[in-house]
């Protein structure tokens, strides 16, 4: 019997399919097409063992249709544009294009061990100026078509990277990498028009019933749709122009709260007003340092300037409210105004107590009598609940804080002080990016024509080699011969756009290139009406909100300027969002009491020491993997010791997949010699004589049709944990029965099919040594048969006084009192009886016996 080596085999099996070509997607109009997609990398350099879960989980997906009959889809790329290219450059020497290509030869030769069942022909990277010059084609199409715009906005500036950062880069209001203090700067940026489409792709969510509604909650949250009042304040003694400030409001229910005006630092009358007033102008310049996150308005100091300027409260002329330059109030947001109503919100209650300012409830609770005062303050129940209305249009009188917003957007309307509003939180994707390694913006700024997209037959543009990162900004703004060009429409000297495109671009429409990587326009009409949408998409729920919702705006820009058809508007059918592979963290201390963390390699575990030094380690409990905690198991390592087949069928068996799962040396032993057991048996049965069936071969043709119904609904369902304990479970059948040879055959062959998605090499091994045909990967997926699913016979546990002494087999349909027979005769009950007689005896037919001595 040759032993298990997967070394050899996975190595022979590989090449095998290479050469044959088996995962080459093919354009079938005869076939049912499945397009199964994994979120793409960022070519850091290593995959990790996060990765081989994620891959594998497409990877069975994929096998599995295609053995069902399917044309399957299933590539791979790299996201390779962004910011920690330049950082290597600039830490490390070099260039962004030398490390972004060698990490991404690395992975791919650390991915291709897994023999995942990827069409490699169809590979691309974002960086590649062949996708790139789409890219920046589909953004003149969207351009022309009104898709993108240009305009002035305040943004998260780090003075010392000298680019905009997102939201997500700014950690306690310093750039996540420079640790700079982020400034609030306006810059003239692109947007993409997504605001345009914030109702449809909200509604669109409840179709999609495939997807977690965790993920489906998030994006609904995000767009952030509300019903609100849209009114004025007409002011006093505003500068010459401002005779009004419009406001939005979710809450008109509160207006007779107002205890103030505010508005943003940015908003035109602050503008004006810093152009005359030295200190007013020196507070909007504090206000700006400060971060535009959420949680940065949030957690940071409420400051405010009081402008002097007074408005009249639209529903009483002879009541005056100041205005306040605020620093929490954005001009993104609605129209940069607010008014405070300090009674029910706990932000306006800080900025008031701070200021001086009233405090008017308008609702209280419906028990009290009176409102008590700043105590009363912040009383801000859900809307569903009744409050009292003391003030406002409800009068004194129990209502809904719903009914009372229905009430009051009715009264201002019928009273023309306002009109109802439905608007979104989501505001405009701005793109701009102040920094090399992404996609170029393709338009020329002209001092005779303006802004003028670059002509499509000059694309792509392409980025300049000639490039250094000696000093701080963008190297593209002084690159004078990639900068200074021509203009398109006029022929005078014009300079490039040198602000290069966020990576959420590249990553939002690379689904649809790669039905067709290699075409010369964005896309191909045949393909992308073949193999769109995304039939299964699997990646993590960190990318729930942003990369999901900017894809679905790109597929719908893409539909309007026709590189998509209707049907992919919503391009991923289904979404899976896996769970974290995790690990032990093991921590030694120095000599300083710094923490020393150290590779799971270097730690004998058992004792609990490093293995070059004997110090005991601290042991942290599971953790995400982490290369700063090293944390670590490269997967590598795994392969060399144990074959691919190993680690897949490890990371699908422990936990279902939506969960974490803990990578554990044990139980990655123990995996490997459940596969050399299979292995065994299969070669037994390969080298056995066959000869006439036996009395247990249709035990065993049951047990494996079973397995094929547990398998093939657990891979449909994602639950690829069951799927591994009905093999599992089939396994150990096999090695109990006493069935002939053909039998155990025929079941070893299904055994193959079954585990072919998850260990495709040892199933190869198998199938080949049983004298299959062809490729496992291509043989039809196992059918069980209704018959052989149908149980004559149910095992019954034998519980005495509570504990499990046994068990007993019955058909089941056989009475009770015939079972209390059967059971009074077996050798664990007689002998706990001691000759005495039962106390109790229940049979729950179908489930189980209760002994009670």
């Avoid at 070059?612 to 409990?621: R, S, Y």
């Avoid at 087949?645 to 422990?654: E, K, Q």
């Avoid at 056995?688 to 035990?699: C, I, R, S, V």
Wanted: some cysteine; overall charge negative.
């Amino acid at each position: 019997m040759t032993p298990y080596a997967p070394a050899q085999s996975e190595k022979k099996w590989q090449a095998a399919w290479n050469a044959a070509g088996v995962f080459t997607a093919r354009h079938d109009p005869l076939k049912p097409k499945y397009y199964v997609l994994e979120m793409f990398p960022y070519p850091s350099g290593r995959i990790h063992m996060g990765h081989v879960r994620n891959y594998t989980m497409g990877d069975v997906v994929a096998r599995y249709k295609m053995s069902c009959g399917f044309s399957v889809l299933h590539p791979m790329g790299w996201d390779a544009f962004g910011m920690p290219a330049e950082n290597a450059a600039m830490e490390r020497g070099g260039h962004p294009k030398e490390w972004t290509y060698g990490n991404i030869a690395d992975m791919r030769g650390q991915m291709k061990p897994l023999g995942l069942s990827i069409d490699w022909s169809r590979e691309f990277a974002t960086c590649d100026p062949e996708y790139y010059g789409q890219q920046q084609a589909m953004f003149l199409d969207m351009l022309d078509a009104g898709l993108v715009y240009r305009k002035n906005a305040v943004v998260n500036w780090d003075p010392v990277d000298m680019t905009v950062l997102a939201n997500e880069q700014v950690i306690d209001g310093r750039g996540w990498r420079s640790g700079a203090l982020v400034e609030r700067r306006e810059l003239t940026q692109w947007f993409f028009r997504i605001s345009d489409y914030a109702g449809e792709l909200l509604e669109a969510l409840d179709g999609l019933k495939d997807w977690p509604e965790k993920v489906r909650l998030m994006q609904a949250n995000w767009i952030g749709q509300s019903r609100g009042l849209q009114f004025a304040f007409g002011t006093v003694n505003a500068p010459k122009g401002f005779d009004r400030i419009e406001c939005y409001t979710t809450r008109p229910d509160t207006l007779m709260g107002a205890s103030f005006v505010g508005i943003s630092p940015d908003h035109p009358i602050a503008r004006a007003l810093e152009k005359t007033d030295p200190d007013m102008a020196a507070f909007i310049a504090e206000c700006r340092k400060g971060g535009t996150t959420e949680e940065a308005i949030e957690t940071g100091e409420k400051l405010g300037r009081d402008t002097g300027i007074r408005v009249r409260h639209p529903l009483d002329e002879a009541w005056e409210l100041p205005v306040y330059i605020a620093n929490f109030i954005l001009m993104d947001y609605g129209t940069g105004a607010i008014f405070g109503c300090p009674a029910h919100d706990a932000r306006d209650f800080e900025f008031a107590t701070k200021y001086g300012l009233p405090i008017n409830p308008v609702f209280i609770a419906p028990g009290a009598d009176a409102p008590q005062g700043a105590p009363e303050a912040e009383y801000v129940p859900p809307k569903t609940e009744k409050v009292r209305y003391i003030r406002g249009y409800a009068g004194d009188e129990l209502q809904t804080g719903e009914d009372a917003i229905a009430a009051a957007i009715a009264f201002c309307e019928a009273n023309g002080i306002g009109r109802g509003v439905t608007n979104y939180r989501l505001r405009d994707w701005g793109l701009s990016r102040q920094r090399y390694w992404g996609c170029p913006i393709p338009v020329v700024h002209c001092p005779n024509c303006g802004v003028v997209p670059e002509k499509k037959e000059n694309l792509p543009v392409r980025l300049p080699d000639d490039v250094t990162f000696d000093k701080p900004g963008n190297p593209l703004d002084r690159h004078p011969t990639w900068r200074d060009t021509t203009c398109p429409s006029c022929g005078a000297p014009a300079r490039r756009e040198t602000d290069t495109m966020d990576t959420f671009v590249d990553s939002s429409w690379y689904y649809a290139r790669f039905t067709a990587p290699h075409a010369t326009t964005p896309t191909d009409p045949e393909e992308t009406e073949y193999w769109m949408n995304v039939d299964q998409y699997i990646g993590g729920i960190e990318h729930a909100i942003l990369h999901l919702l900017y894809s679905r705006f790109f597929a719908r820009a893409m539909h309007k300027t026709g590189h998509l058809p209707a049907k992919a508007i919503e391009p991923f059918n289904a979404l899976f969002t896996q769970g974290m592979v995790t690990h032990e963290i093991y921590k030694t201390t120095d000599t300083n009491g710094r923490p020393v963390y150290h590779l799971p390699e270097d730690i004998d575990r058992e004792a609990g020491v490093v293995k070059e030094t004997g110090e005991k380690v601290e042991i942290i409990p599971s953790a995400k993997m982490s290369k700063s905690k090293k944390n670590v198991v490269d997967p590598m390592n795994i392969i060399a010791s144990f074959g691919a087949d190993t680690a897949r069928f490890f990371v699908m068996s422990d936990s279902p997949p939506e969960r974490d799962v803990e990578w554990t040396a044990a139980g990655a032993e123990a995996t490997s010699k459940f596969l050399a057991r299979v292995w065994r048996i299969a070669s037994e049965i390969a080298e056995g004589a066959d000869g006439p069936g036996g009395a247990e071969d249709l035990a065993l043709l049951k047990a494996a049709h079973r397995a094929i119904d547990e398998v093939t609904r657990s891979i449909e369902g994602f639950a690829f944990n069951k799927a591994v304990a009905a093999i599992y479970g089939l396994a150990n059948a096999m090695a109990r029965t006493q069935a002939a040879n053909p039998a155990r055959r025929e079941a070893m062959q299904i055994m193959a099919q079954l585990m072919a998605p998850m260990v495709p090499h040892l199933a190869e091994d198998i199938w080949s040594a049983l004298g299959g045909e062809g490729f496992v990967v291509q043989a039809g997926w196992p059918k069980a048969d209704p018959a052989l699913l149908v149980e004559d016979d149910v095992t019954l546990p034998i519980q005495i006084n509570g504990k499990k002494r046994g068990e007993v087999t019955v058909p089941k349909t056989m009475p009770a009192s015939e079972v209390e027979k059967i059971v009074l005769a077996d050798e664990a009950v007689i002998k706990a009886l001691a000759g005495g007689q039962p106390k109790k005896l229940i049979v729950v037919p179908g489930r189980i016996v209760n002994v009670v001595i």
